[in-house]
């Protein structure tokens, strides 16, 4: 098993930036295929961007291209996403995710782990 740790969220005004940071325990996080997902007030988690688990290839969700980086750090077992430009509309709990056995992965259901989330708020 891997555990995932989140850290990085907060209270942000628009037009700001943040950096999440997904720490991973327990096994080599080059085993895994990773993602970031998100849940907003009274909506279901969507995905926001995937990493392969060699890092060579990104994946992002639509409103987030261009304003937010995937990137990982394998020899420090550590995730990371750059968000940039922030928006009201990217209000949520963030969430950190590992898939096993998997290249890359952007489905909820292909997710294995998942992290306690960490949350980000952009002011308007």
């Known amino acids: 098993q891997v555990q995932l740790v989140e850290s990085g969220g907060g209270l942000v005004q628009a037009g700001g930036s943040l950096r999440l940071s997904c720490a991973a325990s327990?096994?080599?996080?080059?085993?895994?295929?990773m993602g970031w997902f998100r849940q907003a007030p009274g909506k279901e988690r969507e995905f926001v961007a995937a990493i392969s688990r060699g890092g060579g290839s990104t994946a992002y969700e639509d409103s987030v291209k261009g304003r937010f980086t995937i990137s990982r750090d394998n020899a420090k077992n550590t995730v990371f996403l750059q968000m940039n430009s922030l928006k009201p509309e990217d209000t949520a709990v963030y969430y950190c995710?590992?898939?096993?056995?998997?290249?890359?992965?952007?489905?909820?259901?292909?997710?294995?782990?998942w992290g306690q989330g960490t949350q980000v708020t952009v002011s308007s």
């Open positions: 327990g096994r080599t996080l080059s085993r895994y295929a």
């Open positions: 995710a590992a898939a096993q056995d998997r290249f890359k992965a952007t489905r909820i259901g292909e997710y294995d782990y």
